[in-house]
C-alpha cells in the first residue's frame, strides 16, 4: 500500500525560495511526510522526486527544483540516520547481555519489551502472566523421615515447558514475584500426632519456606501450600515433603502450581 503525500504547489500557506523559482510547500504534507518516514524506520534518501512514501521505503518530493530536492534529500538522510535503534527480538532466553545504552528487546515469549540503560535490562511494557500446573495422581510414592521431592510426572499447563518431568523441577523462566501453592493427599489411617510439611523451594529444605502439620485423628490427611517468593530465573522449584512416621506416608495425590505476578 502506498502512503501519498502530494506536494500542493497552490496552496499559500508558506513558500520556499530560492533562485531558480517559488515553490509553495504545504506544512502538513511535509510533517506527514516525515512522520511516514520515521514511522518505517531508516529509509533511503537518494530518491526524491514523485511526492510519495511507498512500501518501498522512498520519500519522494514531487515538483521540486533541483536545489529544494537537494536539500530535502539532505533532511531525509538527517532523519534516516537518526531514526532511533531498531528493536531486537526473540525469546527472553537469547537476549543478550546489558551494556549498550539505549537498546530495546522484545520477548516474544513473554509479549515484553525491555530497556538497556547500561547496567540491566528494564521492564518498560508488556507482560504475559505464566502459568504452570504439575500433578501426580496414583503413583504412591512413600515419604518418610527425609525431606523428599514429590514426583509430578504429569504436567497440565506450562506454556513455556519449564518443568522437567525428569527431575520434577520448575526453572523459573524471569526475574519476578511468584505465586506458588500445592496440595497433597496422604494415606489414611496414620496414627495422630506424627508431624509432617510440605514446601516448595530451590532446595529440600526446613525453613520459613516450609510448612508443618500435624496428623488429625480422623481417616483422612491432606496439606495445603501457599508462598509468594521473588525468584530469579534460573531458579529450580521443587514440591517436596516430609513425614516423621517410620513407616512413612504415603501420597496418593499431589499438585504444584506456579503462577507469575509481576516481573522485575
Given at each position: 500500500m502506498a502512503f501519498r503525500n502530494r506536494i500542493n504547489t497552490r496552496h499559500p500557506r508558506q513558500k520556499y525560495r530560492n533562485r531558480r523559482g517559488e515553490v509553495r510547500v504545504i506544512i502538513e504534507d511535509y510533517t506527514n511526510a516525515i512522520n511516514r518516514l520515521n514511522h518505517t524506520g531508516r529509509q533511503s534518501a537518494n530518491t526524491i522526486a514523485d511526492g510519495t512514501v511507498t512500501d518501498a521505503a522512498y520519500l519522494r518530493i514531487k515538483n521540486l527544483s533541483s536545489d529544494a530536492q537537494s536539500q530535502f534529500a539532505a533532511i531525509a538522510a538527517q532523519i534516516a540516520a537518526?531514526?532511533?535503534?531498531?528493536?531486537?527480538s526473540g525469546t527472553l532466553a537469547n537476549r543478550p547481555a546489558p551494556g549498550t545504552v539505549g537498546r530495546y528487546f522484545l520477548a516474544t515469549d513473554f509479549n515484553q519489551l525491555f530497556y538497556d540503560n547500561g547496567a540491566e535490562w528494564k521492564s518498560i511494557g508488556g507482560h504475559r502472566q505464566t502459568f504452570a500446573k504439575m500433578r501426580q495422581s496414583a503413583v504412591a510414592q512413600n515419604i518418610a523421615q527425609a525431606f523428599t521431592t514429590i514426583i509430578l510426572p504429569t504436567v497440565d499447563d506450562d506454556p513455556g515447558a519449564n518443568f522437567t518431568t525428569a527431575t520434577s523441577t520448575y526453572t523459573v523462566?524471569?526475574?519476578g514475584i511468584y505465586l506458588c501453592n500445592?496440595?497433597?493427599?496422604?494415606?489414611?489411617?496414620v496414627p495422630q500426632g506424627i508431624s509432617y510439611g510440605?514446601?516448595?523451594?530451590?532446595s529440600n529444605l526446613d525453613g520459613t519456606f516450609f510448612q508443618w502439620y500435624l496428623t488429625n485423628p480422623l481417616y483422612?490427611?491432606?496439606?495445603?501450600y501457599l508462598r509468594i517468593a521473588n525468584l530469579t530465573t534460573g531458579?529450580?522449584?521443587?514440591?517436596?515433603?516430609?513425614?516423621d512416621y517410620s513407616s512413612g506416608g504415603t501420597i496418593f495425590n499431589a499438585e504444584?502450581?506456579?503462577f507469575l505476578l509481576a516481573q522485575n
Open positions: 537518526n531514526a532511533g535503534p531498531a528493536i531486537a523462566p524471569t526475574d500445592a496440595r497433597v493427599r496422604y494415606h489414611d489411617l510440605l514446601g516448595i523451594n530451590t483422612r490427611q491432606g496439606a495445603s531458579d529450580q522449584l521443587r514440591l517436596y515433603s516430609y513425614f504444584m502450581n506456579v
